[in-house]
């Protein structure tokens, strides 16, 4: 029996999801607290596994943002991800470890993180850069996205933080295929040989650092490879004159940099999600 949705309405904590029965016509009302990573059982399709065991409720963020989002980007979040994203007892296993042990709500959100695993797998990427592990959320998103043989390095300040994304690797089983480097990313990158090419980067770290963290992506990812930077949008504040935070700044130098540098193609995506208004930079070495 296949279910589509029908309606839905309400924010992310007292969502509220409608689905039509088709075979029947009747209206079913399903009250949760999210529907974020569910498959949820009044929209399950025709293909799914009726073996399988309930998704268990998903881990609750506390949305570290730079904007207060819009209720409707919320629960558009929501809706699309309990189609698309279905419940990871690995993911949600990272992301409340994480905050269990004091570590700030600032991991990409699980849409993006599709979207980079979506990316490296699309490019058929064997080997992945990051700059700024946190809790490890998005690197378990890229070492699923790699072949056996494939290897993420992923650079993290603190060794607190690297604990926790180990422990967060181990449960998901992915420890095999990534290496911490700890320390400051402005002294570990440089140490990497520029002759081992990656083929992605992703620098999501301290924006006051982007360009070198940047010119050091650029120097170890092949012609050809691609380098993501998040958080550039920033709330439209990067684009506002009356703000000059050093973040701010971190990007408008990027940026400055990038509109002279002919061996980059670049463009900048904002995006609105649960996490508010921002968005990320999208370059390609030429």
């Known amino acids: 029996m296949i279910r589509t949705p029908y309606h839905c309405s309400g924010v992310a904590n007292n969502a509220c999801a409608w689905a039509r029965t088709l075979s029947s016509g009747s209206l079913l009302r399903i009250s949760t607290t999210s529907i974020k990573h569910r498959a949820l059982s009044a929209m399950s399709t025709s293909n799914t596994d009726s073996n399988a065991p309930p998704a268990s409720a998903p881990y609750r963020r506390s949305r570290g943002m730079l904007s207060k989002p819009d209720p409707n980007w919320v629960r558009n979040d929501d809706f699309h991800n309990s189609f698309l994203i279905p419940y990871d007892d690995a993911l949600e296993h990272a992301l409340k470890y994480s905050a269990e042990n004091g570590m700030p709500d600032i991991a990409v959100h699980p849409g993006q ?141 990027l940026l400055a940099h990038i509109k002279n540098d002919k061996e980059i193609d670049a463009t900048t995506v904002g995006t609105v999600s649960e996490k508010g208004y921002d968005g990320f930079l999208y370059a390609l070495y030429q």
């Open 113 to 253: 993180g599709k979207l980079l695993n979506l990316l490296a797998r699309t490019m058929g990427a064997k080997r992945i850069l990051e700059v700024g592990t946190l809790g490890g959320y998005s690197t378990i998103w890229f070492a699923r996205a790699l072949p056996e043989d494939g290897e993420v390095v992923t650079c993290e300040l603190y060794e607190k933080h690297a604990k926790v994304a180990r422990d967060n690797f181990e449960y998901a089983g992915v420890s095999d295929k990534i290496r911490i480097l700890v320390g400051p990313a402005a002294e570990t990158l440089p140490t990497l040989p520029s002759e081992e090419k990656f083929d992605l980067a992703f620098i999501d770290a301290d924006k006051a650092s982007n360009l070198t963290y940047f010119l050091e992506a650029k120097r170890l990812v092949r012609r050809g490879g691609v380098i993501i930077v998040d958080n550039v949008v920033r709330n439209g504040t990067v684009a506002n004159p009356d703000v000059d935070d050093e973040n701010v700044r971190g990007v408008r130098k």
